[in-house]
């Protein structure tokens, strides 16, 4: 399959300068970097495109070449495309960090290394209904890394320090030139540390921390939700050697209630109402998460399945002053348990249904008697 222009790939003139070049490739990047595109294999492609393109078209020299001879000049003296991380050209790692300087690690290209951020970390926490409704401050115990005590996170033995390594100069990587490109790796003598450890210290065997416990006061703000998380910046593991920490991820579940059931913001309790009540009409009273109760006012006739709306008696909307609402789910309940003289009402009472007390039964029964008569037919 034949290569596409170099230009074409990067979306801009052949006449487009500097500035035009790398505005278009800052964009390009950024939209088909893989990381944000995970398994996408057609991204991956094109961002290779892209790497390569700019490769050329940022040097003076080898835009010449290019614009004199196409692809053909660089047939015979290797490929220009980025492969992986690991093996990206300089024009790639001129303007990496800016981009994406949450992947680097903290690493800057052409800066001295820097020791390596450490991990985030994620908690996962159930907290109740209630918890969600008023929100709570509560402490964690963490397990995680920090900087170790003994060397303060150097990883050196006290008395000694980290020394510059002598094959990258403190750079953390190396280069090799080959043809017209400059092949970048990391130091394997540091690790990409940039220094090395003659005496490591005992405590964290040269890591610069240690495997503990931290405990940490988190607040639940009020109206979170399942699948909501909290971000607690530098609370994740230590980096080695004294690189910067991680952050922590607070993944949060929020228990089923016994007696709410939760939609979004809003609040459902279905409640049992004696047949009396449903046929006459009374009030009766319900739970709300405030701790409190609220009147219901039942009109008479009210079927099973009725909502009644509580406003405002719902979850609260988070960074916000408002909440949302409580729905009322009535049951009518069948009286049980009838004495002779209850049974004996009844019995007088549906003697006297000579209106229409029961719509819905009636209305289906007439539906059914339809039916069978279509049968018939």
Known sequence: MAKRDYYEVLGVDSDADDA????AYRKQAMQYHPDRNPGDSEAETIFKEINEAYEILKDPQKRSAYDQFGHAAFEHGGGAGARGFGGMGGGFS?????????????QQGGGRARAPRGSDLRYNLEISLEDAFHGKKMELKIPTTAACDSCDGSGAEEGSEPTTCTTCQGQGKIRAQQGFFTIERTCPTCQGQGRVIKNPCKACRGEGRVRKEKTLSVNIPAGVDDGNRIRLSGEGEAGMRGGAPGDLYIFLTVKEHRIFQRDGQNIHCRVPIPLTTAALGGDIEVPTLEGSKAKVNITAGTQSGRKFRLRGKGMPVMNSHSHGDMYIHTIVETPVNL??????????????GKGSHSPESEGFFSRVKDFLADLKD
């Open 339 to 352: 004495s002779k003289r209850q049974k004996e009402l009844l019995k007088e009472f549906e003697a006297e």
């Open 20 to 23: 035009a070049l790398k505005k």
């Open 94 to 106: 001129d303007i990496f960090e800016d981009l994406f300087g949450d992947f680097m690690n903290g």
